[in-house]
């Protein structure tokens, strides 16, 4: 039976393992991962992160904080240790005339996104609803608006945060201003983050989805044009381009083969996003398939729930490019796979796409937060999506191998895709990443949060 006794000063609850929800609150994202904590204390305040932290490090315990667990690397769930989950800190509440919002630490993306649509007010957050918005933020926080707002964190105007010797802090400019710094973008290290205040932005609440389909054969052409129109995008445009495989059972012409889906988002006055899906069609003739959508904000930040639910086995990466020259293009169009080599099983190839930069995301100086590479052209990611154990290697040796394709141009890369232990150094330029050890050292000097992609305080 659940002993909330077990923590002292604790009002929330705790599981343990053989308790009836036990199962149902350690499960995270990704399938692959399957630890089990000692003690889950699903927190309900400040105070309770603060009671079991303390707790957890009288016992010795591993120590992982919890919200929409989408940590690719299954970082929020402790083998043995410690589980804060904070889901049960859910609430958003707005006040429009400030045009804020204070959103709790376990609040998801939904959550946010429905809080704000009535007002007529949003902010940029991620673009799969069922996302934690303090993992996202706490990366940078990279969404649809984010051309026309900049990142999640770049709008947080204060932090309220349980350091790890248990102490209730607030960062901001004013507050703090070096833990501010470094939770733009350093992730989860130097506490847990209980409460943030987001400033929000009048938006029309419609989007519109514009994507052309073409043989990846004949890719090579519409992907330069493509790449040649990002300098110059508006910044209600956020343009993609992704590598697929068309599943075989698709009634497309290209079912079981590869393709390239070229397009854009707008979030905006939808008659301006048509007169530029206009322009988008005449520089991009003759696609294989078109598809427009209008839909509202709220409705496209559902749209990929499905394909990205719990319970499917996953893995990702990625890199930032400063620039898109032809070799890049024909790398990313390549899949890694060697001129001359046998086709692959396209259906067990990630799919991988381009997201443009710029915009507000370039308005800020580099140094202004922890959030490095806002020189990036061109944002790389892949990801790859199985259910079969049996296909581990296979399917995270593709994307691998089309991340290495793509190398020679990559950058850095986005902190919150990284699926690989020991990375996180690209996440980061030199000197910044010096500046974040530095940070570590100040607030958590015995690396007591490093279930994350961990900045080590004893980094050289």
Not at 240 to 250: C, E, F, K, M
Request: charged share 25%; net charge negative.
């Amino acid at each position: 039976m659940t002993d909330v006794l077990t923590i002292p000063r604790f009002a929330g609850e705790v599981l343990l393992p053989g308790d009836a929800q036990y199962d149902a609150h350690r499960e995270v994202w990704n399938a692959a991962v399957d630890r089990r904590p000692a003690m889950i204390a699903r927190c309900t305040s400040a105070d309770d992160v603060a009671s079991a932290i303390r707790h957890g490090r009288d016992r010795g315990l591993e120590i992982a904080v919890k919200c929409g667990g989408h940590s690719v690397m299954g970082l929020s769930v402790p083998d043995g240790g410690l589980m804060l989950d904070l889901t049960p800190m859910s609430s958003v509440v707005i006040d429009p005339m400030q045009r804020r919002a204070l959103v709790q630490g376990g609040s998801l993306l939904r959550n946010l996104d429905r809080a704000t649509e009535p007002h007529g007010l949003a902010t940029t957050a991620g673009n799969v609803s069922h996302t934690g918005v303090g993992g996202l933020t706490l990366g940078g926080g990279m969404g649809w608006l984010a051309r026309q707002f900049g990142l999640a964190s770049d709008n947080v105007a204060a932090y309220t945060l349980v350091a790890s010797d248990g102490q209730v802090v607030r960062a901001s400019a004013d507050e703090h201003p070096d833990l501010f710094w470094g939770l733009r973008g350093g992730g989860g290290n130097f506490g847990v983050v209980t409460e943030f205040e987001f400033r929000l932005h009048p938006t029309s609440g419609r989007v519109l989805v514009a994507e052309l389909t073409y043989d990846a054969a004949d890719a090579v052409g519409p992907m330069r044009t493509w790449r040649d129109m990002l300098p110059d995008a508006p910044r209600a445009a956020m343009l993609t381009a992704d590598g697929v495989a068309i599943p075989a059972d698709s009634p497309s012409k290209l079912a079981g083969r590869p393709a390239v889906i070229v397009g854009f988002v707008w979030s905006g006055a939808v008659d301006e996003g048509r007169a530029y899906l206009e322009t988008f069609r005449s520089a991009l003739p003759n696609p294989s398939a078109e598809e427009v959508d209008e839909r509202t904000y709220v409705e496209l930040q559902s749209l990929f729930d499905d394909r990205h639910r719990h319970g499917l086995r996953r893995y990702s990466t990625g890199h930032y490019l400063p620039a898109l020259p032809d070799d890049a293009i024909d790398a990313f169009l390549s899949r890694g796979i060697p001129t001359g080599a046998p086709e692959p099983d396209w259906s067990l190839m990630p799919g991988s796409g381009f997201q443009a930069y710029g915009g507000a995301i370039a308005d800020l100086d580099d140094g202004d937060s922890a959030f490095s590479f806002r020189d990036t052209l061109v944002e790389w990611t892949t990801g790859a999506t199985w259910s079969d154990p049996a296909e581990d290697e296979v399917r995270m040796g593709n994307a691998r191998r089309w991340a290495r394709a793509l190398d020679p141009w990559g950058t850095g890369a986005y902190v919150n895709v990284i699926g690989d232990a020991g990375e996180v150094r690209r996440a980061y330029r030199d000197a910044k990443f010096e500046k974040l050890v530095e940070l570590k050292r100040a607030w958590d000097p015995e690396n007591v949060f490093h279930l994350n992609h961990n900045i080590r305080p004893d980094a050289a």
